[in-house]
């Protein structure tokens, strides 16, 4: 249904009835003595631990996504699952480590809280700070200081495993020669120009065995048949009437939009102190020194000082000064915001002023177009109710001020009603015998559809696309001409041979990795060079040209070279990396098959409610 701002009081009542049900179970839900969602051996998992991990998953999320998600989407993603996954397992290791024997002492803990930035004051760590800070979030410092003493023996655990996994040297070596082995080729291009003969016309045999061998190329895809009413605000635009008051006090509303005062584009140079901005000016006005020269010894680029344009109120003390000064001319130095600073006039925007009488047309249709979305508001839960009453699409129409509508649709239609994205999402999803329902589009109408059928993948007959089909068989005739003449051009190519001895145009490309792109070439054309020997010569299919390739050379890495030993480091590390957390995985798994754990799913219910 579409989303309004008129009450449905039906729905009202549903909703309140939920929401007494939901009152009931948030005040009896969570206990404030509940404080553990279950255990993990013999260590308790917290509420707040799990609700931390919620919370930080969440805000992740949210981050991806650029907007806050609902915790209804996180649960959707299993955002919950993961988060309850991660505080488990690191309960487990906390018993595991505990199991083993493996603790720290109150040195360790307090050399940990010490480097803590929030409990960080003037002077270093600070006790009043720290407690403060633990007050905030609900914390003892018994169970804040048990919390980094666990941390820290988990970490060493965890270190314990991974710790003597070593770099696999030898795959470094073979991925940096593989990845940084060059070539150094000669190739050009073979095109229909390069012909010897032109290509004939597609024959009435070849149309059809064309079209015999590739009917996909003319199957029309599966087409929805849907019938449509819809309204929106353009189509009763001119129906809408617009006070000249109304008008005239939007123009008045936004008057800073049409009358914009004079301004000027500026740069301002800003100095630590007055006396070097006075000494900069003097070696200015002396002829010393150049504008750019100033910025460059501050070590800016025009770039950096450019204010853009501004008004005389924006530059406050040095408005006056700037306003009467020439193109080109600096004044100061004036006090800026920053700081004592030059400023450069580098050019005038005369005073810009739109008239009533000229921008009234656009305010006009503006604001006939609000109106025309409030009335379309306005009617739609009448419309709606037409609906619920049986009405048809066509019956919308003829009572409404709906317009009616029919479309054979595919994924590839977007004229008309089917350039909005809610209609296409509809089209797409819409079931035989569904009861409509109105749904909004972008700029404020709204539609209803109904799907009267489907009509399958269809082969056009081929008189109806002849021509489609003789163009077709045309460019593969083209193409397979140009490969050809392209093999009789290669056949002639020895290792020494100049291309342009055969009329070609070469290009000569040195120390092509697998990474590199070759314009004008083809994707595969990185795994032809890779499967070709030294003075090889090769016809690549570039769709309507063809590229003849020769391989001059091949060239091994420079393993001495800085960027390929940083390469082979970081393939070696990445290596290391990725066994050691697979190790470590098996043995956190193992850990967690073999410790009894026990969650409260009713008490994990009641967490989530809260969100």
């Given at each position: 249904?579409?989303?309004?701002?008129?009450?449905?009081?039906?729905?009202?009542?549903?909703?309140?009835?939920?929401?007494?049900?939901?009152?009931?179970?948030?005040?009896?839900?969570?206990?404030?003595?509940?404080?553990?969602?279950?255990?993990?051996?013999?260590?308790?998992?917290?509420?707040?631990?799990?609700?931390?991990?919620?919370?930080?998953?969440?805000?992740a999320v949210s981050a991806q996504?650029?907007?806050?998600?609902?915790?209804?989407?996180?649960?959707?993603?299993?955002?919950?699952?993961?988060?309850?996954?991660?505080?488990?397992?690191?309960?487990?290791?906390?018993?595991?480590?505990?199991?083993?024997?493996?603790?720290?002492?109150?040195?360790?803990?307090?050399?940990?809280?010490?480097?803590?930035?929030?409990?960080?004051?003037?002077?270093?760590?600070?006790?009043?700070?720290?407690?403060?800070?633990?007050?905030?979030?609900?914390?003892?410092?018994?169970?804040?200081?048990?919390?980094?003493?666990?941390?820290?023996?988990?970490?060493?655990?965890?270190?314990?495993?991974?710790?003597?996994?070593?770099?696999?040297?030898?795959?470094?070596?073979?991925?940096?020669?593989?990845?940084?082995?060059?070539?150094?080729?000669t190739w050009a291009v073979v095109?229909?120009?390069?012909?010897?003969?032109?290509?004939?016309?597609?024959?009435?045999?070849?149309?059809?065995?064309?079209?015999?061998?590739?009917?996909?190329?003319?199957?029309?895809?599966?087409?929805?048949?849907?019938?449509?009413?819809?309204?929106?605000?353009?189509?009763?635009?001119?129906?809408?009437?617009?006070?000249?008051?109304?008008?005239?006090?939007?123009?008045?509303?936004?008057?800073?939009?049409?009358?914009?005062?004079?301004?000027?584009?500026?740069?301002?140079?800003?100095?630590?102190?007055?006396?070097?901005?006075?000494?900069?000016?003097?070696?200015?006005?002396?002829?010393?020194?150049?504008?750019?020269?100033?910025?460059?010894?501050?070590?800016?680029?025009?770039?950096?000082?450019?204010?853009?344009?501004?008004?005389?109120?924006?530059?406050?003390?040095?408005?006056?000064?700037?306003?009467?000064?020439?193109?080109?001319?600096?004044?100061?130095?004036?006090?800026?915001?920053?700081?004592?600073?030059?400023?450069?006039?580098?050019?005038?925007?005369?005073?810009?002023?739109?008239?009533?009488?000229?921008?009234?047309?656009?305010?006009?249709?503006?604001?006939?177009?609000?109106?025309?979305?409030?009335?379309?508001?306005?009617?739609?839960?009448?419309?709606?109710?037409?609906?619920?009453?049986?009405?048809?699409?066509?019956?919308?129409?003829?009572?409404?001020?709906?317009?009616?509508?029919?479309?054979?649709?595919?994924?590839?239609?977007?004229?008309?009603?089917?350039?909005?994205?809610?209609?296409?999402?509809?089209?797409?999803?819409?079931?035989?015998?569904a009861f409509p329902e109105i749904?909004?589009?972008?700029?404020?109408?709204?539609?209803?559809?109904?799907?009267?059928?489907?009509?399958?993948?269809?082969?056009?007959?081929?008189?109806?696309?002849?021509?489609?089909?003789?163009?077709?068989?045309?460019?593969?005739?083209?193409?397979?001409?140009?490969?050809?003449?392209?093999?009789?051009?290669?056949?002639?190519?020895?290792?020494?041979?100049?291309?342009?001895?055969?009329?070609?145009?070469?290009?000569?490309?040195?120390?092509?990795?697998?990474?590199?792109?070759?314009?004008?070439?083809?994707?595969?054309?990185?795994?032809?060079?890779?499967?070709?020997?030294?003075?090889?010569?090769?016809?690549?299919?570039?769709?309507?040209?063809?590229?003849?390739?020769?391989?001059?050379?091949?060239?091994?890495?420079?393993?001495?070279?800085?960027?390929?030993?940083?390469?082979?480091?970081?393939?070696?590390?990445?290596?290391?990396?990725?066994?050691?957390?697979?190790?470590?995985?098996?043995?956190?798994?193992?850990?967690?098959?073999?410790?009894?754990?026990?969650?409260?799913?009713?008490?994990?219910?009641?967490?989530?409610?809260?969100?």
């Open positions: 249904m579409a989303k309004k701002d008129k009450p449905r009081y039906g729905a009202w009542i549903i909703v309140g009835v939920i929401l007494v049900g939901l009152a009931g179970f948030g005040s009896g839900g969570l206990s404030g003595n509940i404080r553990n969602i279950g255990t993990v051996g013999e260590k308790e998992v917290s509420v707040a631990s799990y609700q931390r991990a919620l919370n930080d998953q969440i805000r996504f650029g907007q806050q998600i609902t915790f209804q989407q996180a649960q959707a993603f299993g955002i919950d699952q993961l988060a309850l996954s991660q505080v488990v397992l690191l309960r487990t290791l906390d018993n595991e480590a505990d199991q083993l024997g493996i603790s720290v002492g109150d040195e360790r803990v307090f050399e940990r809280l010490r480097a803590i930035p929030s409990f960080q004051g003037s002077g270093g760590f600070n006790r009043e700070t720290y407690r403060l800070a633990l007050q905030q979030s609900g914390q003892s410092a018994a169970e804040f200081e048990a919390g980094i003493r666990e941390e820290t023996a988990r970490t060493l655990l965890q270190g314990a495993v991974v710790s003597g996994v070593p770099a696999p040297q030898a795959y470094a070596d073979a991925m940096v020669q593989y990845i940084s082995e060059s070539r150094d080729i095109d229909a120009e390069d012909l010897t003969a032109p290509v004939p016309g597609a024959t009435e045999a070849a149309q059809q065995e064309y079209y015999d061998a590739n009917p996909a190329e003319f199957t029309l895809p599966e087409a929805r048949n849907i019938t449509y009413a819809w309204l929106t605000p353009t189509m009763i635009l001119d129906e809408m009437v617009v006070p000249d008051e109304a008008v005239e006090r939007l123009y008045n509303e936004r008057i800073a939009e049409f009358v914009q005062p004079e301004r000027r584009l500026v740069e301002r140079l800003v100095y630590l102190d007055a006396d070097r901005a006075e000494e900069a000016m003097a070696r200015l006005n002396a002829g010393e020194a150049t504008f750019e020269e100033l910025v460059a010894e501050r070590g800016l680029s025009l770039t950096d000082v450019d204010l853009g344009d501004v008004s005389k109120e924006d530059l406050r003390a040095a408005g006056d000064a700037v306003f009467a000064a020439d193109t080109g001319e600096v004044v100061g130095p004036f006090n800026s915001r920053l700081g004592p600073a030059l400023f450069r006039m580098n050019a005038v925007l005369s005073e810009q002023v739109t008239t009533l009488e000229e921008a009234t047309p656009d305010l006009r249709e503006e604001l006939a177009a609000d109106a025309a979305r409030d009335y379309i508001n306005d009617r739609t839960d009448a419309i709606i109710d037409l609906l619920a009453g049986g009405a048809s699409m066509a019956d919308l129409a003829e009572r409404t001020e709906m317009e009616l509508g029919s479309v054979n649709w595919t994924p590839d239609t977007i004229d008309g009603i089917a350039a909005y994205d809610a209609f296409r999402d509809a089209a797409a999803t819409v079931q035989e015998g749904i909004d589009l972008a700029d404020g109408g709204i539609f209803a559809l109904t799907l009267d059928g489907i009509t399958p993948p269809t082969l056009q007959p081929l008189e109806d696309v002849r021509e489609a089909v003789a163009q077709a068989w045309e460019a593969q005739a083209r193409q397979e001409a140009i490969l050809a003449r392209a093999e009789e051009i290669a056949a002639d190519i020895l290792p020494l041979t100049g291309f342009d001895t055969l009329g070609l145009d070469p290009v000569i490309e040195q120390g092509l990795t697998r990474r590199s792109f070759v314009e004008g070439t083809p994707p595969n054309f990185n795994d032809v060079l890779f499967d070709m020997s030294i003075g090889e010569v090769r016809v690549v299919d570039a769709f309507d040209r063809a590229l003849i390739v020769r391989l001059d050379n091949i060239a091994a890495p420079d393993l001495t070279d800085p960027s390929v030993i940083a390469q082979r480091d970081a393939l070696a590390e990445n290596a290391r990396a990725g066994i050691a957390q697979d190790i470590f995985d098996a043995y956190a798994t193992s850990v967690q098959q073999r410790t009894e754990t026990s969650l409260n799913q009713q008490t994990i219910n009641a967490v989530n409610a809260q969100f």
